[in-house]
């Protein structure tokens, strides 16, 4: 008797399957129709390949068990049981589907169709970004243009803010990205995506073209994109506009009435002044490309920022750049799936659908993405998990990776390009205008070929050179400027190469030779370590001798040195002498205190660090 009152079998437990061979071959293999057709995933685990197949995880087990494997429904099957499985089961199978889903995982990586149809195509909404120097007035002008064209003045407002929004000029709609400034911009731009059809670069008239105006304009020429200037605070009584275009015009930006061709509005975002004009002109600048795009295919699209929100989960802001986004759709974004919950506008408002050049809130997404990030709809979720499957380890940026000289040698060799793309940054703007003049004799040495000069400033590299870098394919080069340790960092993490040189003619002959496709330069710079200025003394010959501190590496006699202050290179020789207590030794490591002796240099000060360095065969 057992404990549930009889001999019978406990509740719910079942008698193990007898394994017979008419069971695993004779019920199905000869009756394979065509509704028993299947392709297969190309590893699933037991309980995927049953749904899959349209059968019970048991019966996927008893094969297994039949050849020795023993399973739980959570077993992963390569490609190779898969196939086993199914044709025990019965199942013929099929190629068809896999190369379909394969397609479909290709098409759903493009960011736009290639072969769009004319007749599908419609003028979409144009969106712009506003650049400039800091303190011009950017946040000004976008809170204006918001508050007084506001879609023919909605009740209520604005509701929330998304980082994009739309206004309305004469029943036609532009669509504003609020990005912090250029960097932002160059950013997104570097991670794919190209979002803007017009930027307005903002100037205030009664201060002029900054480093920033410049950088803004740089960055809108590398990116291609048509570029307003905007004539800030007029209404002030310095404001001084023909200054203004006097200055930009000695960075080769001529506006229209001044022999260019460069559209400029004058405005006062505090007044309201000229805002009808600036938009009207935004019009007129797009209508000569009358951007367009297919409301009826599946969305792609950029992320503009994003958040997570406590109580909603992941919160993206998606400016749709072409097709219809659809609450229900399954999307990716970079690495992310997700399938769309909700979506709200810029007001705040629940919508179902969103066109082309419409940004709406997304919620629904399985983590949260990065500003720049491309979503792409996917009609399924099959095609979602494969498409993810086949970007990971792909770098964030989708962009191929490092660039450095080496692989524009590789390139030109190959004919993949002609051109090198070159950000430039010198001690003096005497150093940056002769390089560049010498920079065009290369081009003229070495016909096919074109050196680029996208930026060029005095001073050491900075972020945003690194991000224009980044998004154009280009090469740093920093002459007689040292970089600081935090951008080489940031540098080496985005896959952008910086090159520093003291010789102008090392420069040109690195860059010739890279444009000519010859074999590389057989020696590299490697710096061997750091030593801080702790005291001077003064020795009989009046040659200064220098008490140190090895930060880091090793300090050696005989090796180079310089030293930078304020970014700038103000010493470039020899350690003549070394010394540790009162001997002379070779070298000295780091962590240790020792005398230097510098070829050479009359002023070293307390706090300089001195760069040891040499040459090595690469």
């Known amino acids: 008797m057992s404990r549930y009152g009889g001999r019978g079998r406990r509740p719910g437990r079942r008698r193990r399957p007898v394994l017979t061979e008419p069971t695993l071959t004779n019920t199905s293999r000869g009756a394979a129709t065509a509704s028993r057709v299947v392709t297969l995933p190309k590893s699933a685990s037991v309980a995927e390949l049953a749904e899959h197949l349209g059968v019970q995880p048991a019966k996927i087990q008893t094969v297994l068990l039949h050849h020795k494997m023993v399973s739980t429904i ?29 397609e479909a995982t290709k098409t759903a990586m493009e960011r736009h169709v290639l072969d769009e149809e004319e007749e599908d195509l419609v003028v979409r909404p144009p969106v712009v970004t506003i650049m400039g120097h800091v303190d011009h007035g950017k946040t000004s002008l976008l809170d204006a243009l918001r508050e007084t064209r506001v879609a023919e003045g909605e009740a209520g407002g604005i509701t929330q803010h998304i980082g994009a929004y739309q206004v309305e000029k004469d029943g036609r709609v532009i669509t504003f990205v609020d990005t912090p400034g250029h960097a932002a911009f160059t950013q997104m731009r570097a991670r794919g995506a190209q979002v803007t059809d ?128 659809k609450v229900g759709d399954f999307v990716v974004v970079n690495t992310i799936a997700g399938r769309v919950r909700a979506m709200n506008d810029w007001r705040g408002e629940r919508v179902t659908e969103a066109g082309p050049s419409t940004p709406v809130e997304v919620l629904g997404l399985e983590a949260v993405p990065a500003a720049g990030d491309r979503l792409t709809a996917v009609p399924n979720e099959r095609t979602m998990r494969a498409l993810i499957e086949e970007r990971t380890g792909v770098t964030a940026d989708g962009q191929g990776g490092r660039l450095s000289l080496d692989d524009i040698l590789a390139q030109i060799q190959m004919g993949d390009t002609k051109e090198l793309n070159v950000i430039l940054k010198a001690d003096v703007q005497g150093s940056v205008e002769a390089i560049r003049g010498a920079l065009e004799k290369v081009n003229d040495a070495v016909a096919g070929t074109q050196v680029r000069v996208l930026f060029d400033a005095v001073g050491p590299p900075t972020d ?3 991000n224009l870098a980044l998004a154009s394919k280009a090469l740093v080069v920093a002459f007689n400027v040292r970089t600081d340790n935090t951008v080489k960092a940031y540098a080496d993490n985005q896959g952008v190469e910086i090159r520093e040189y003291q010789i102008i003619y090392n420069l040109l002959d690195e860059i010739e030779t890279a444009l000519r496709g010859l074999i590389e330069p057989q020696f590299r710079e490697v710096v061997y370590g750091h030593a801080e200025i702790r005291a001077v003394f003064r020795s009989g010959k009046g040659e200064a001798i220098i008490g140190c501190y090895v930060r880091d590496g090793i300090v050696r006699r005989g090796a180079n040195a310089r030293i930078a202050r304020a970014g700038q290179v103000i010493y470039n020789g020899r350690v003549s002498s070394l010394r540790r207590f009162k001997e002379d030794v070779r070298e000295v490591a780091g962590g240790y205190e020792c005398g230097i002796g510098l070829e050479n240099f009359p002023e070293p000060r307390e706090g300089d660090v001195i760069e040891v360095f040499g040459r090595e065969r690469a």
Not at 207 to 221: C, F, K
Not at 265 to 273: D, I, M, N, T
């Open 74 to 102: 959570n077993s992963q099957l390569d490609d190779e049981t898969c196939r086993m499985v199914a044709d025990e089961l019965g199942f013929e199978i099929t190629e068809s589907d896999a190369e379909e889903t394969s």
């Open 464 to 466: 945003n050179d690194v």
């Open 198 to 325: 017009v930027a307005v670069i903002v100037v205030a008239a009664d201060d002029g073209v900054m480093p920033q105006t410049v950088e803004s304009i740089s960055h809108a020429r590398a990116a291609g994109v048509p570029f307003i200037i905007a004539l800030n605070k007029v209404d002030r009584p310095n404001a001084n506009p023909d200054r203004v275009r006097q200055q930009l015009s000695e960075h080769n930006v001529l506006v229209t009435g001044w022999g260019g061709d460069v559209e400029n509005v004058e405005v006062s975002a505090l007044q309201g002044l000229g805002l009808d004009d600036l938009l009207e002109t935004i019009l007129l600048v797009t209508d000569l490309e009358e951007p367009k795009a297919n409301p009826n295919r599946p969305a792609v699209g950029a992320v503009v920022e994003a958040k997570l929100d406590r109580s909603r989960g992941p919160v993206a802001t998606v400016l749709v750049q072409n097709g219809t986004l």
